[in-house]
């Protein structure tokens, strides 16, 4: 079976189209709820979901993602009970594309194996772990090897990785994410301030899609890039648009529809 | 069980660089820069000169009679109470801070957990003229009133965090995030033997003059080694400063002392190594209080300094390989050690040292005479002062 997440790239790349992705914490306000906006997100034409497994240090994460997680948590969500969660998903025939927030410790602690193995019977088709820089993703990244219909570890690059990103891409698949600033999520859209020649430098190097995150609300906020970038994400600001609608469905399609839209208008 | 990594970045299977991509280059630069200023003869004069002329190096090695008479063994005291500003973190400070303006930065920032790391760092910033933020968490400013205070007369700004549970482990947390926003002109000075290679390293380098004079002063005393070196552990950062220049002394026994809090079965502690699980935290793979989730667990000490979920990485190597002991004593032991050490020699101690005292002294009643035990008298209690007398009263000061 190909991941849904290379699938998803061959087909905008197919039909010129660039990829709008959202985040949010797994368990906000519970998981029913999040269950609901996986569907609500889907419908409304969503490429990939990244779905946050709330950790109790958050170091690459803002005030709103820290937030979430701290809340989630409270609310009892663990990385158990997302897999669970994730098994419900495809069963009820869900085919979007979903990847992982989380930091290492959680796979850690679960175990690097069961963890690589429950990932792929449950349909998790990525893992974005921030705090797992390259030269420390050997254990997980052998352990994903090994099982079939395992998740990818998407690559992470940031402004200054400079030398570093040929390393990084030589055997990165899905997509490459390129955080726009320094810091954490969730700041304002006041990009790097080298951001064209960075992201130019990326492009130029990955032979797979170059989304782009940290900061972004609008549409109109990458328009500048969007000759280089392949896609955009989402995360702080969809939060605080989930918190300030209710949770409400109507409200997060319409975004997402609208976003699209604006995204991929030449 | 855990691999073996032949990498300079680990120790066994602890350590590593567990720090978001922003902060590669930086930890890679600063490793490069850590390297040739410890070559430096110039550099290690510049360090040395601070210690001696401003620090007020080197500190006694005081032979404890009346303690020694009292419980056995012959106790003997490294005094790093006596340093400026009372403990041994400035010893780290000093050489951070040098090698933060040989890198050509102009700004230092720093967690603090009870202040004293906190007032070290503001302390060397107004020496050398840097820019200083501490983050400290909304419930330490709470309890250490007069160390922000301290640390604002120092010209530093102090920064509260509020965020998950306002300790010591969630102002370290801030302190990364800033860190990986302002690396280009900021410098992190981590107060512990912990976060991401190579800071256990570097903070072991700036500490070892520890043991460096101790052995020396052990030589010229007795004529010999110790039987035993003892230091607390929080972090690690005195302990691993006691035991640097004796690890590759066989015949001297390595022990570091945890907070042990209410009791291991309380769940109210700060032992991160009693119950063994292992975790990345802070840029580190190391043993971690967490729960049944993996989430990092809040440690409780009545030692603010010793009141972190995690501990260096090189001590969770000492410990495996058993080239060190690690133990816990409980608040209420430690808290005696204080008061036996104000009586016996007139010395009021840190409660983080009288945790390694208390074990000194259980060690020292099994020994015989001529045994000879070393331990680091970290920091001085004058900052402990009120905590202990709300102690005696008997009023709540583990939270």
Known sequence: MMNRIEEKMAALKQCGKKAFITYMTAGLPDLEKTKELVFAQEQAGIDVIELGIPFSDPVADGPVIQNASYESIQNGTTLVKVFSLMQEIRKSGSNVPIVFMMYYNTVFHYGIKDFAEQCASCGVDGLIIPDLPYEEQQELQEALNEKEGAPILIQLVSPVSKQRIPMILEHARGFVYCVSQMGVTGGSAQFHKNIREYLSEVKKAANIPVMMGFGIRTADDVKPLSDIIDGAVVGSHFINLLRKSNYDSGEVQKYIKEFKMQLNME | ?399
């Open chain 2, 1 to 399: 069980m855990m691999q073996e990594k032949k990498d300079n970045r680990y120790y066994g299977g602890f350590g590593g660089q567990y720090v978001s991509e922003s902060l590669m280059n930086v930890l890679n630069e600063l490793e490069a820069a850590f390297e040739d200023a410890i070559k430096d003869p110039e550099f290690i004069k510049q360090y040395q000169y601070y210690l001696r002329e401003y620090v007020g190096r080197e500190t006694p090695l005081y032979y404890a009679r009346n303690l020694s008479e009292k419980y056995g063994a012959k106790i003997y005291l490294k005094r790093e109470d006596l340093n400026h500003t009372g403990a041994h973190k400035i010893n780290n400070v000093i050489g951070q801070i040098l090698l933060a303006k040989r890198m050509g930065k102009t700004k230092v920032i720093a967690e603090t957990g009870a202040g004293q790391h906190g007032v070290a760092t503001a302390t060397g910033a107004a020496l050398f003229n840097m820019e200083c933020t501490v983050y400290m968490g909304a419930e330490d400013i709470e309890r250490q009133k007069l160390n922000v205070f301290r640390m604002e007369m120092l010209g530093a700004t102090v920064t509260p965090v509020t965020t998950g549970s306002a300790t010591l482990k969630d102002a370290t947390n801030e302190a990364i995030r800033t860190w990986a926003e302002r690396a280009e002109d900021t410098f992190y000075i981590i107060g512990s033997a912990v976060g991401p290679h190579p800071y256990p390293k570097m903070v072991k380098e700036f500490q070892r003059i520890i043991s460096t004079e101790a052995k020396r002063q052990i030589l010229e005393k007795e004529g010999r080694l110790p039987d035993a070196v003892a230091a607390c552990v929080g972090g690690g950062s005195n302990s691993i400063g006691m035991f640097a220049d004796f690890i590759d002394e066989p015949s001297v026994r390595l022990i570091g002392v945890e907070a042990g809090g209410l009791g291991i079965e309380t769940g109210m502690h700060a032992s991160a190594m009693a119950l063994g699980k292992i975790g990345t935290l802070h840029g580190m793979k190391t043993y971690l209080l967490q729960d049944d989730s993996g989430n990092i667990q809040l440690a409780h000490s009545i030692s603010a300094g010793l009141d972190y979920p995690g501990v260096g990485p090189e001590h969770a190597y000492l410990r495996d390989s058993g080239r060190a002991e690690y133990v816990f004593v409980t608040d209420a032991e430690a808290m005696d050690a204080l008061m036996e050490l104000c009586r016996e020699e007139g010395i009021i101690p840190a409660i983080e040292s009288a945790h390694a005292l208390a074990h000194v002294l259980k060690m020292a009643k099994e020994m015989d005479k001529d045994k000879i035990i070393i331990m680091c008298l970290s920091g001085r209690g004058d900052k402990d002062v009120h905590t202990v007398q709300k102690y005696l009263d008997g009023e709540e000061t583990n939270k």
